[in-house]
Nanobody
Framework: QAQLVESGGGLVQAGGTLRLSCAAS????????MAWHRQAPGKQRELVAV???????NYADSVKGRFTISIDNAKRTTYLQMNSLKPEDTSTYYC??????????????WGPGTQVTVSS
């Protein structure tokens, strides 16, 4: 089993910055991808950014140029640097990962989420 724990959420003014972290732990053989999703009240959960263990990234159009995802494979941790935050970025942010507990057997995990609130 693997566990994901997010940290770094909070309250920030519009135009401000936050850095989220997500650490994976447990009996992990390897990590395929790590990602950040978000869900605002009454809305569907949406993908924000994803990164492979090799460093390839992809972003939602709404955050391109403002958010940067990175990964530290040795620490099994992904980071989401969020700059120029807007009130519409207010959401619960969830970390997700595809990990191999044993070689060739990928499984998907969610973290419990961390709240990001951007005030206008």
């Amino acid at each position: 089993q693997a566990q994901l724990v997010e940290s770094g959420g909070g309250l920030v003014q519009a135009g401000g910055t936050l850095r989220l972290s997500c650490a994976a732990s447990g009996s992990i053989f390897s990590i395929n991808t790590m990602a950040w999703h978000r869900q605002a009240p009454g809305k569907q959960r949406e993908l924000v950014a994803v990164i492979t263990s090799g460093g390839s990234t992809n972003y939602a159009d709404s955050v391109k140029g403002r958010f940067t995802i990175s990964i530290d494979n040795a620490k099994r941790t992904t980071y989401l640097q969020m700059n120029s935050l807007k009130p519409e970025d207010t959401s619960t942010y969830y970390c997700a990962a595809v990990v191999n507990i044993v070689p060739g057997s990928p499984r998907f995990y969610w973290g419990p989420g961390t709240q990001v609130t951007v005030s206008s």
